[in-house]
Nanobody, 122 residues
Framework: QVQLVESGGGLVQAGGSLRLSCAAS????????MGWYRQTPGKQRELVAS???????NYSDSVKGRFTISRDNAKNTVYLQMNSLKAEDTAVYYC????????????????WGQGTQVTVSS
């Protein structure tokens, strides 16, 4: 119904930068909030950053000042620019989006991408 495809993960040295992208496709009438989460083994998935359709942003304290979330509504794409990366940023990063898929419902169910690995070497 709706697919989210992430790209841009990889291996980077501490202090370096990466840019993640996540493109949504499928039956999309409108997308409200889009976000990035991350997860490490044995831990719960945690919010990294989110952005509303009108570009209001929210960040976890651990990434404020280093990461920037943005989106292109015309392309149904959300980005995460990650600077000054630290070893503790190593995780699988997932994007999600609240998407209206039906003219007969005002609901915005949440869809998830498959995840992309980010590894920061110290």
């Amino acid at each position: 119904q709706v697919q989210l495809v992430e790209s841009g993960g990889g291996l980077v040295q501490a202090g370096g930068s990466l840019r993640l992208s996540c493109a949504a496709s499928g039956r999309i009438l409108s997308i409200s909030v889009m976000g990035w989460y991350r997860q490490t083994p044995g831990k719960q998935r945690e919010l990294v950053a989110s952005i509303s359709r009108d570009h209001k942003t929210n960040y976890s304290d651990s990434v404020k000042g280093r990461f920037t979330i943005s989106r292109d509504n015309a392309k149904n794409t959300v980005y995460l620019q990650m600077n000054s990366l630290k070893a503790e940023d190593t995780a699988v990063y997932y994007c999600n989006a609240a998407v209206r898929t039906s003219y007969y419902s005002l609901d915005f169910p949440t869809f998830w991408g498959q995840g992309t690995q980010v590894t920061v070497s110290s």
